[in-house]
C-alpha cells in the first residue's frame, strides 16, 4: 500500500513565522501535490511537482512555495503565515506518466493532513 | 473551466437507512474522469471509485454503488443499510489531463463534500 506521511498532525504558528510542512511518500510516485481543504470550499490545490526540483503552480499559489529535492519528500513552505493561512493541508500522491490517459485516472493517494493554526 | 458540485453539505441519517450523494460536475472535455473518495475522521481520503467518461455502466461494490448519467452530468454515490462507519466527509472530484514538463499528470478538481453522519 502506498503510504503519504505528512509531519504534523497538528501545528501552532504565529504571525510572520516562516512554516515548512513536509510530506514524504514511500511508493516513488513522480507526482506530488498540496492541497488546503476549508470547510464549504473542497480541497484546492496549492503546487504540485512532477519531478524533483520541478513544480507548478496549482489554483491557489500565492503566499506559498514549495521545495522538491528528492523524489520522496515534496515540502510546502509558508514564507510568512498569515492568518488566512489556517487550514487544513493535504499531501497526496501518484503515478506520472508519459501515457496521457493512464497518467490523469491515476488516483491520489493522501496523507493524513496537517491542522495548520496561525494566530 | 471543470466545476464540481456537491449540493447537499450535510447529511445525517439513522442506521440502516440508505443514502444517495449528489455530484453534478462540468466540463467541456469529451474525456474525463469522475472520482469519489472518502474521509473519515482519521483525516487521510481514502479513494472510492474511479470512472471514465466512456464507460456508463453503474457499478456496485458491496453496499456502495455508483450512477454515472452524462447526460445529466451527474455521478451519484449510495450507501444502501448505512452503518456508523460510513460516517465521514465524501468527496466527488473529476480529474482533467494536464502536461507538464513532458510528462502529464491527473489535475483533481474536487467539489465542496458532504459529511454524512449515520446515527446508530
Known amino acids: 500500500d502506498v503510504k503519504v506521511t505528512q509531519s504534523s498532525r497538528y501545528l501552532v504558528k504565529r504571525t510572520g513565522e516562516k512554516v515548512f510542512l513536509e510530506c514524504v511518500q514511500d511508493m516513488d510516485h513522480e507526482n506530488m501535490f498540496w492541497y488546503r481543504q476549508d470547510p464549504g470550499l473542497g480541497l484546492r490545490l496549492i503546487y504540485f511537482s512532477y519531478d524533483v526540483k520541478m513544480k507548478e503552480k496549482g489554483d491557489i499559489p500565492e503566499g506559498y512555495s514549495v521545495s522538491r529535492e528528492k523524489k520522496e519528500r515534496f515540502s510546502l513552505i509558508l514564507e510568512s503565515a498569515s492568518t488566512n493561512q489556517t487550514s487544513m493541508y493535504l499531501c497526496?500522491?501518484?503515478?506520472?506518466?508519459?501515457?496521457?490517459?493512464?497518467?490523469?485516472?491515476?488516483?491520489?493517494?493522501f496523507g493524513n493532513g496537517t491542522r495548520l493554526t496561525v494566530t | 473551466a471543470q466545476k464540481v458540485t456537491q449540493a447537499q453539505t450535510e447529511i445525517s441519517v439513522v442506521e440502516k437507512e440508505d443514502v444517495t450523494l449528489d455530484c453534478v460536475y462540468e466540463t467541456r472535455d469529451t474525456t474525463y474522469y469522475l472520482f469519489w473518495y472518502k474521509q473519515p475522521p482519521s483525516g487521510e481520503l481514502v479513494f472510492l471509485i474511479r470512472r471514465n467518461s466512456f464507460d456508463e455502466q453503474n457499478e456496485i461494490s458491496g453496499r456502495y454503488s455508483w450512477n454515472f448519467q452524462k447526460s445529466t452530468s451527474s455521478f451519484n454515490f449510495t450507501i444502501t443499510a448505512s452503518q456508523v462507519v460510513d460516517s465521514a466527509v465524501y468527496f466527488c472530484a473529476l480529474s482533467e489531463a494536464v502536461s507538464a514538463g513532458g510528462t502529464s499528470y491527473g489535475k483533481l478538481t474536487f467539489g465542496q463534500g458532504t459529511i454524512l453522519t449515520v446515527h446508530p
Open positions: 497526496a500522491s501518484s503515478l506520472g506518466s508519459a501515457d496521457r490517459v493512464f497518467s490523469y485516472n491515476s488516483p491520489l493517494h
